[in-house]
């Protein structure tokens, strides 16, 4: 297996972003919306100053995962409301919300919040993933921030079993058998060895 590099992600990162998200991640509200709405949510986040993330490469440079975080939530969703562009592709899709998003108005009391992980299919390994959400900790650490969430389809399994061994515990689920999602709470006071 090829040695990956990872490094902060930058604006001039998103359009490489955009379809590897959407192969990575093919379902959710923004998957439904399609790739131009994906790259307003990175691009807000970063040019804010609300968001942060990193990526993987590999030796050609090519882009094979990411991390993407915030440090907070409402401020970052306020901001995607005020886009027009953001709002008309969400008017869009907004009587297929609940299905789409069904933990809307139910998250956690908790702001900042761990929001995209992703990996290409070839370079999908533990230690890629492990790296990936070390570096988020490592950056909530620096900010201060004692506390992260996250949520996650009850179905993604693996995602389920690796959020869980990077030491996140599970605080409620929201929605239906097929549409389920688990919240977990993260303290940044450790990694999980």
Sequence with gaps: MTELTYRTLELSDIKKIEPLHMKSLQEGLLYEMGEKYIGLLYINGLKSGNSFGFIAEN??????????????IYKLMLQLMTSPTFVTGLARKIFQIRKLYPSLGKKPHVRQEFLMLFIEQKYRNLKTALRLMQLIDEKYEKLGVKKYSLEVEEKNTTANMLYQYFGFKKTHEVGHEGSKRIFYIKDTGGLHE
Aim: no cysteine; charged share 35%.
């Design 59 to 72: 030796e050609k440079k090519e882009i094979v995962g990411m991390a993407f975080a915030t440090h907070d």
